[in-house]
Nanobody, 121 residues
């Protein structure tokens, strides 16, 4: 079974940067639309950023100008560059993607297990 695996989380001071990565654990054909979401303790999961296969992006207002989502289609990997981090960015960050497993098989709305990002003040 193909899974999404996030990496790059950790503890950082306010104003610092982190880069998250998301890749499929098994062999896939490609990734269609994909994005990053986050969930802070006691809060609902929320959209951080999304990117289409062609590279069109959209961001939550709270991260615009600080976070950048990108993708490497050749490596089927998605990134989230997070700069100027704030304590309120602390959350578990999840990767979400529509995976093209083969020419005949697509799995939509796949989620990773999440990676913890903690920003200290």
């Amino acid at each position: 079974q193909v899974q999404l695996v996030e990496s790059g989380g950790g503890l950082v001071q306010a104003g610092g940067s982190l880069r998250l990565s998301c890749a499929a654990s098994g062999s896939i054909f490609s990734i269609n639309n994909t994005g990053w979401y986050r969930q802070a303790p006691g809060k609902q999961r929320e959209l951080v950023a999304r990117i289409t296969r062609s590279g069109r992006t959209n961001y939550a207002d709270s991260v615009k100008g600080r976070f950048t989502i990108s993708r490497d289609n050749a490596k089927n990997t998605v990134f989230l560059q997070m700069n100027s981090l704030k304590p309120e960015d602390t959350a578990v960050y999840y990767c979400n993607a529509d995976l093209v497993i083969s020419e005949a098989r697509i799995e939509n709305d796949c989620w990773g297990q999440g990676t913890q990002v903690t920003v200290s003040s």
